[in-house]
């Protein structure tokens, strides 16, 4: 039953964790992965920014939607996905002492994340797949294309698939005993959405690939947009559960925070599974075809139940962060526990940060525009992406960026280079993407269009007059967009460098034998030789 790689273990003197060796190399490089897709996909928003900034209008147009396609696809997917599969590693293993029970498998998955990575931004980079992040038919893509966003995702469920997996064998061989930790929940949750989402994904790009290769005549455009948003929404509700997960964790890392009431903050994660998902259908609010009710259904009564899971979360971890702190002392007051905080902790202001530019930022436009009067005010107007980009960028991005700060000298084992840089950082990056979410979403509510090259219709041969301000707040967007820009490159250089440069933290090893063996007996003796 155990196989040789059981012995692998070390024990993490900080955290006191049992961590799998051949599961922490494998951590490693979708960590690393991970990291190569934000700086590609970070170039490619630098680059569309400046375009979007009439005083700057840098691309030509084919480059711009080229651009767009690319930095979504790198952003969204890429990014965000190879550092949630190094996510589930560590929840599975690290968190409950466990070993990953099949690391050939991790390997194949990991292999074909990267192959469809690879194989889908070739396509996007030689001029096969102008078709953005949405590639709604009838664009058409080379085929390639679809084949590779098919092969990453198959690679992402597979690894779902070893994480439940992993949890099973933690359970049977004893590693791990009565319920799972609250950290390890929210991902279980994540992984229940991403195979949901995945599925959607299947359904929708394997019709789209055999369209693209002329097997099937033609895709209804209505139930693509369906199929798609089944896939592009619900990814972001697995972002949502792992990056309110990764605010626990780095709560209870940074001031050794815990739940107050654990069992209300799991419930908070079910209400995500329960109500989340059906919020995709405020894509189709514009949509001809659909019943009033079942829009009105789907975008209000429903999605509160994930709101008040959020708003829950909201509450119950600055409160947790605040019995902590006043446990340590910080008691004048009302707010010595916030004053005192850990603030230049990059991972404790990251997180803070995210807090509240997710909840503030993100969640108040969010529940505003997926009603169905505002969203058909806000539809295809830069609203929408100002939106996004303070939930998956200020809240999911920086959160995983923050996490990254104790990934790098507790799991990778090496000590920070830049550590002063480190602590700006998460400011700096904060700061930068909000300025660019303001700028973007004012441009949008004067009506500023989305996705278009030429936002301000400069070149139309008709006038389409734009107040001074939506000129202006184009500008903001493209200061914040700088300013954030330079922050994503501080931190890929210092992850970068840590990774591969920084100084050792030896590691004491120890054989660490399964429970259901004794130290002592000859099947223990086997499994360490
Ligand atoms: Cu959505």
Redesign the pocket.
Known sequence: MADTYSTQFRTCETTGLKVHLPGERLFYVHAVTAVVALLTGGVMALLIALTRWPAVHLLPADLFYRFITAHGMNMLVFWIVFFEMAGLIFASTAVLGSRLPAVWFGWLNYALMLVGALLTNYMIFTGQADVMFTSYPPLKANPNYYLGIILFAVGALLACFHFMATLVVAKKEGYHKGSYPLFTFGILIAVILAIFTLLAGAATYIPTWLWAMGFIDSIDPSLYRLGF?GF??SA?QINLAAMVSIWYLIGTLSVGAVPINEKFSRGAFLLYLLGINV??V??LLVDPGLSASFRIFNTSYVIYAATIGSMIHAFSIPAAIEVAQRAKGYTNGLFEWLTKAPWSNPAFSGMALSVVIFGFGGGVTGVTQ?VEQINIMSHNTLRIPGH?HVTVVGGTSLAFMALTYYALPLIMRRKIIGETWAKYQPWMFGIGISIFATGMSFAGILGVPRRHYDVTFSSAIFQVPFSATATTMLGLLGIGAIIAFTALLIFCLIAALTAFFGERIEAKMEPHYPPYLKDGSAEAAAVAS
């Open positions: 948003w592009g929404h972001q919020a995709s405020h894509h997926g996004f």
